[in-house]
């Protein structure tokens, strides 16, 4: 069965902090991995996806097979990135949907 | 960059009515469209997933009959919520891929509000 886990339903950091938004999954077979954030008002839009091995706004994520993990990471929190994260995963092969995580909201404190 | 749009973006209606959501990618073709459910403060449920001239394919748990999944062109596809109850109201969100690209990313609407009273 395919699952994505984020355990923590909000996460609150002072401005500058690190931020690391954690999120588990379990499937079986090699999943694509992605992050989606939703500000205020906004719809759901694409952050990043593990392939591309990007940086988007200053957050990174890396892969972690072994402990089937794709944690979000930034090293100095902005206000402006207060949002809702969710954390989601597709099977590479055919037209598979993506599979979501409950989310985890973001507040960065001034 | 690609664009869904979804109509209503709110809508109230009594129990027993049928509501009818558009979903509609304004700017690609998507042969694959999705429906999500997200009850407040809770992650998107997948209800569907819908293809261009063909049936949907229902997530277990997912009334078809209660849910109609209509795709009829590459841009277009509706969601019926049959005789609504008070239960189905939920925030209701459509995803479109775009046929034959690159990057096989989905694409959200903005969502809609129904509100069964």
């Known amino acids: 069965a395919q699952r994505v886990t984020q355990p923590e339903k909000l996460l609150s950091v002072f401005k500058g902090a690190p931020v690391e938004l954690k999120c588990n999954y379990s499937y079986s077979g090699s999943p694509e991995l992605f992050w989606y954030v939703q500000y205020s008002r906004q719809r759901l839009q694409l952050l990043l996806r593990h392939i591309s091995r990007e940086s988007i706004k200053g957050f990174t994520a890396d892969l972690n097979k072994g402990e089937t993990s794709f944690h979000l990471k930034k090293p100095f929190a902005q206000e402006e990135d207060s949002a809702m994260y969710y954390c989601?995963?597709?099977?590479?092969?055919?037209?598979?949907?993506?599979?979501f995580g409950k989310g985890t909201r973001l507040s960065v404190i001034a | 960059g690609a664009v869904v749009s979804q109509h209503p973006s709110r809508v109230i209606c009594k129990s027993g009515t049928s509501v009818k959501i558009e979903c509609r990618s304004l700017d690609f073709q998507a042969t694959t469209m999705f429906w999500y459910r997200q009850f407040p403060k809770q992650s998107l449920m997948l209800m569907a997933t819908?293809?261009?001239?063909?049936?949907?394919?229902?997530e277990q748990g997912v009334e078809k009959d209660k849910f109609l999944i209509n795709h009829a062109s590459l841009t277009l596809s509706t969601l019926t919520v049959t005789s609504a109850h008070p239960e189905d109201s939920s925030f209701y969100i459509c995803s479109a891929r775009p046929t034959g690209g690159i990057r096989n990313e989905q694409f959200f609407g903005p969502g809609t509000r129904l509100t069964v009273l």
């Open positions: 989601a995963l597709r099977g590479i092969s055919g037209n598979t949907p993506l599979v």
């Open positions: 819908s293809n261009e001239g063909s049936k949907a394919t229902y």
